[in-house]
Nanobody, 122 residues
């Protein structure tokens, strides 16, 4: 059974940083590309970042480029998202997903975690 457990969310002021983690189990983590997606209140989900299975090639949505860094630890089966220079529009539930980006709009399925809330507010 695929299990993805996100952590590290919370409340932060604009300009602050958070580091999200996603602990993976139930599958061979190093065999899969991995992604982060998010959903803000009242909005469609959107892709944030992705990383190839070896961790060599990261991808970021335009809004994340230069501010967010995705990485992974294939020994301990953990996916990370370092978020710097956070803005109020980054407020959303952030989800870890097994696999890369599929489609223009993310659709939650069994390959997603339960999410972690990130709130950016002064």
């Amino acid at each position: 059974e695929v299990r993805l457990v996100e952590s590290g969310g919370g409340m932060v002021q604009p300009g602050g940083s958070l580091r999200l983690s996603c602990a993976a189990s139930g599958f061979t983590f190093s065999s899969y590309d991995m992604s982060w997606a998010r959903q803000a209140p009242g909005k469609q989900p959107e892709w944030v970042s992705a990383i190839t299975r070896e961790g060599r090639t990261p991808y970021h949505a335009n809004f994340a480029r230069g501010r967010f860094t995705i990485s992974r630890d294939n020994i301990n089966n953990i996916l990370y998202l370092q978020m710097d220079h956070l803005q109020e529009e980054d407020t959303a539930v952030y989800y870890c997903k097994r696999g890369g980006w599929v489609g223009l709009v993310p659709v939650r399925d069994a390959d997603w975690g339960q999410g972690t809330q990130v709130t950016v507010s002064s």
